[in-house]
């Protein structure tokens, strides 16, 4: 922040000192017995230091290169196409009808990326397609000249398509990336962290560098979204930074829909992870807030709240209640989990399990539950268990 504080000082600074000469009277300036010559300054590179902020600085380009690429027609038509495109022959013709500049050449890939995911095409073809190569290489050309956020989509559509990792092109972007990492936005580096998760696992440079800056950037954290998706895919890699996301988790319990509640409970359970504070708040809002759950929200809630042994009897009676409705249609599976569920946390739902053991495929369910290191007793619910001796 200091640092951008000084460069606009001194750029206005700079322009002060450059526009003063032209209030000064010429003829001030001339020697005497010389005629002054009305001479105008060159106004328009200055005009441009004058409108840059900030926020064009941390994208890393300069103002004249947005402007120009805004303002031409060409550009402008060229990304309407872009978008418009539904076939990938479409985009590569766009690549042969027109020259592209590296920004075009890397939406054009985005775009394909896109196509093959949502219509399933064969990325293969794509990968050695000719003009696609003519892609890649425009832009590792002036792979420095690709804005941040097309960046970071390349990256991810290279991933999606399957590029071997080994090529020099892949590296390019992926140290074009590490460079410029400090410049990227919070969002964009959980976006990125999301997909070397997937990609590339906890042994990646990159990934790392990422999770580090995301550990220095802990408080730019804004919506429930992002919260749920670090927890999900890297908190298991970083301790330090799912210690803080719990934190924001908790600060933001109140915002998380039934779907983002077990989500994180499900991490938590898969990572062991027992945070007594965020589990009660999240209790609490589903109790208030959620009268109505869904069959596979609550089997998903018992088995995290049975794996973290975390007892809370006003949702396991919610729970028990919502889940008595769904009982006729549950699937052999879904009975085992949630018997071995309220096994593990010993408690009983007389209802539902009177509703259970009624069912065609209860004695299958009461021998697993019989095999469970420590069941509880159905005194009112064995005497109906039919084929039982």
Request: a positive charge; one cysteine or more; proline letters at 5%.
């Amino acid at each position: 922040m200091a640092v951008r504080l000084v460069r606009r000082c001194c750029w206005r600074h700079f322009g002060a000192l450059v526009s003063a000469p032209s209030a000064v009277p010429a003829s001030l300036l001339m020697p005497a017995g010389k005629v002054a010559m009305a001479r105008a300054l060159p106004q328009a590179p200055f005009a441009s230091f004058h409108i840059s902020s900030p926020s064009s600085w941390a994208d890393g380009f300069s103002v004249k290169e947005q402007v120009e690429d805004s303002r031409n027609p060409e550009h402008r038509v060229i990304g309407e196409l872009i978008e418009t495109a539904t076939s990938p022959q479409e985009l590569f013709q766009l690549s042969v009808l027109h020259t592209l500049n590296s920004n075009e050449a890397s939406l054009i890939i985005n775009q394909l990326s896109r196509l093959a995911a949502e219509k399933k095409l064969e990325t293969e073809s794509i990968l050695q397609d000719q003009r696609f190569q003519q892609l890649i290489s425009i832009m590792d050309s002036q792979i420095s000249h690709v804005w941040n956020n097309a960046l970071v989509n390349l990256l991810k559509s290279l991933y999606s398509l399957g590029m071997d990792r080994n090529r020099r092109e892949m590296q390019s972007v992926e140290q074009e990336v590490l460079w410029r990492l400090r410049r990227l936005t919070f969002r964009q580096l959980t976006s990125l962290a999301e997909v070397l998760a997937i990609k590339q696992g906890k042994e990646s440079k990159l990934l790392n560098e990422v999770i580090r800056k995301l550990e220095l950037r802990w408080t730019e954290l804004d919506g429930t979204r992002t919260v749920v998706t670090l927890m999900g895919k890297v908190g298991h890699i970083s301790p330090a930074l799912m210690d803080r996301l719990e934190d924001k988790a908790l600060e933001l319990a109140e915002q998380f829909n039934p779907d983002d509640i077990r989500k994180i409970t499900l991490t938590l359970a898969y990572q062991n992870r027992r945070c007594v504070p965020l589990l009660r708040a999240l209790s609490y809002h589903l109790i208030q807030k959620h009268p109505e759950l869904s069959l596979s929200v609550l089997m998903d809630l018992i088995f995290a709240y049975g794996k973290l042994n975390f007892h809370q009897p006003q949702v396991f009676q919610k729970i028990a209640t919502d889940l008595h409705p769904h009982v006729s249609g549950m699937t052999p599976v879904e009975v085992t989990r949630c018997i071995r569920s309220f096994a593990l946390l010993k408690w009983l739902s007389l209802p539902l399990f009177e509703a259970i053991f009624m069912l065609p495929h209860s004695c299958i369910c009461t021998r697993i539950l019989q095999s469970s290191a420590s069941p509880p007793s159905f005194p009112s619910c064995r005497d109906k268990i039919p084929g039982e001796h």
